[in-house]
């Protein structure tokens, strides 16, 4: 079981097929399936057909499943649960955490909250991101130049939002 729970070899009358055995355990990883090195003993690794007539001594081995955990770290947000999962399989993306006076902007795989926020999340070894936020009341300058006459419009919406319109004055 190549690190796993002991599993009984079977004895098998010649012609007949082996009983699939229960699938052993192992720390840290989940059981894929039984391989062997198929019929001529030679080549490449396959998964073994239970339904195969045993006419020889033969040896199966387990395959297995590296178990990652990945945690979001959400730096004085609401709790987003851990997910576990196989090594490189696409973990479902959060909800978004909510954290009161700030608005969420997205998670980070550095700690430093540097670079682009993350689109893909992978299981690729235990990892950690991070929740990186604006707090509400930051002041955001924005500045244009045009090269025509126009006029701005300052709308103040319902949800405390700013819209800014810009038009030609013509």
């Known amino acids: 079981s190549l690190g796993g729970s002991a599993v009984e070899p079977q004895y098998v009358a010649d012609g007949q097929t082996a009983t699939r055995p229960n699938e052993p355990t192992r ?19 396959v998964e ?29 947000g609401s709790t987003v649960e851990s997910q576990q999962v196989m ?15 700030y608005i ?4 980070y795989a550095s700690e430093s909250l540097t670079g682009s926020p993350v689109t893909t999340f992978r299981g690729s070894g235990n990892r ?5 936020w604006l707090a509400e009341d ?5 500045t244009a130049s045009v090269s025509m006459d126009v006029v701005v419009q300052k709308t103040e919406n319902a949800d405390g939002t700013i819209t800014f319109t810009v038009k030609s004055a013509n």
């Open 138 to 142: 930051t002041q955001i300058t924005v």
């Open 27 to 45: 720390d840290g990883f989940n059981f894929g399936y039984w391989y062997w090195w198929g019929e001529d003993g030679l080549g490449d690794l």
């Open 48 to 76: 073994f057909d239970f339904d195969t007539p045993i006419t020889k001594d033969i040896r199966l081995y387990a395959s297995w499943n590296r178990i990652v955990t990945v945690t979001f770290e959400t730096n004085g």
């Open 87 to 101: 090594q490189d399989q696409i973990v479902t993306e959060p909800s978004e955490p909510t954290k009161d006076g």
């Open 104 to 107: 969420f902007i997205g998670w």
């Open 128 to 132: 950690t991101y991070y929740a990186k």
